[in-house]
């Protein structure tokens, strides 16, 4: 990038954001500090009114205001593959203000990007697996949830435990979302455990934004939280069934629940690939199939299996001799 691209590139940048640090511009560019300072002293020479705190970074001076920003090819490109996730991968509340966001996009776009993005439209598609929502579970709530974090305010939600079945009321201070595993994860200070939470927003039924704010700093960092917590289910097991086809039309949309990844039709069966965190857990689900599913892998599950059925087993017999 030469140095009038990249001028304009950071006087984006800085419109972009209340405070940018020099450390941000740097690395964004990788260029070193010292040519950041000499960039953002060119356009202070050429009128731009860029202020400075010592410490913190660079803002533009309440009240200036750049052209409207033209998107080249590349970008305008970039935006309809974003719109494309968005269509799948967010909930409904942010897939409308996404969609009308496009639209403001679209309406400063050029007539050859225009054209452009109107003939790729058709070419472009993201494929989920995630199943129908629910209508007892909204699935309207990401945009609040955005609009909490931003302002530090408390959450108050009524929130179904799959593992449990039971529906609690929660108050909560958020710390942020994260997407994986096909699913949206709201992360949590829960004033009700007294402990950090992930709950899983398909499952929240009904959530208000409280007046109350709370103190951010008191707690930790998203980065933190994952690299402190979520590292073991970043490594989930994974776990390959093979179900009578009977079955496996049985399960329905219960396979998602239990984290589905891929089924494949192998002569009479179908094999599912799932991921999951908890063995026993899944086990317990499997149990309730009966002979109508085979574990290809892992052992462990195997394992676990024999456990459990013993357990069950036990249980029945010892019940059987009481009487």
Same mark, same amino acid.
């Given at each position: ?56 970074? #660079? ?38 203000? $996404? ?16 054209? $452009? ?29 955005? #609009? ?50 992930? $709950? ?34 970043? #490594? ?19 396979? $998602? ?67």
């Amino acid at each position: 990038m030469n140095r009038i691209d990249r001028l304009s590139a950071i006087l984006i940048q800085l419109q972009g954001k209340k405070i940018v640090k020099a450390a941000e511009i740097a690395e964004r560019f990788q260029i070193s500090l010292r040519t950041v300072y000499r960039d953002v002293r060119a356009l202070q020479e050429a009128g731009v009114p860029v202020g400075a705190e010592a410490g913190t970074g #660079y803002y533009l001076v309440e009240g200036y205001h750049l052209p409207p920003v033209m998107f080249n090819r590349e970008e305008a490109a970039a935006l309809l593959t974003g719109e494309k996730l968005m269509a799948q991968l967010s909930d409904h509340s942010n897939r409308k203000q $996404f969609g009308n966001a496009m639209q403001k996009i679209r309406a400063v776009l050029r007539s050859s990007e225009k054209d $452009f993005l109107e003939s790729l439209e058709e070419n472009i598609a993201v494929v989920s697996r995630r199943p129908p929502a629910d209508s007892e579970f909204p699935n309207r709530f990401l945009s609040d949830i955005q #609009y909490a974090l931003g302002k530090h305010l408390m959450l108050r939600l009524d929130y179904f435990a799959l593992h449990s079945e039971t529906l609690t009321q929660r108050e909560i201070e958020p710390i942020g979302i994260i997407y994986m595993m096909g699913y949206w994860y709201l992360i949590a200070w829960c004033r009700l455990r007294h402990a950090y939470r992930n $709950f899983r927003m398909d499952r929240i039924r009904n959530l208000t934004v409280t007046e109350v704010s709370y103190d951010r700093d008191r707690h930790i960092s998203l980065k933190e939280y994952m690299e402190k917590y979520a590292e073991p289910a970043a #490594y989930p097991h994974v776990v390959k069934l093979r179900f009578t086809a009977g079955m496996a039309k049985k399960l329905g949309n219960l396979r $998602f629940y239990y984290g589905l990844m891929e089924e494949q039709v192998v002569g009479e069966w179908v094999e599912m690939t799932f991921l999951t965190s908890h063995l026993e857990w899944f086990g317990r689900w499997v149990l309730t199939v009966g002979k109508e599913v085979e574990i290809i892998g892992p052992e462990e599950l195997k394992g676990t299996m024999r456990v459990l059925a013993k357990e069950l087993h036990d249980h029945y017999l010892s019940d059987q001799g009481a009487i």
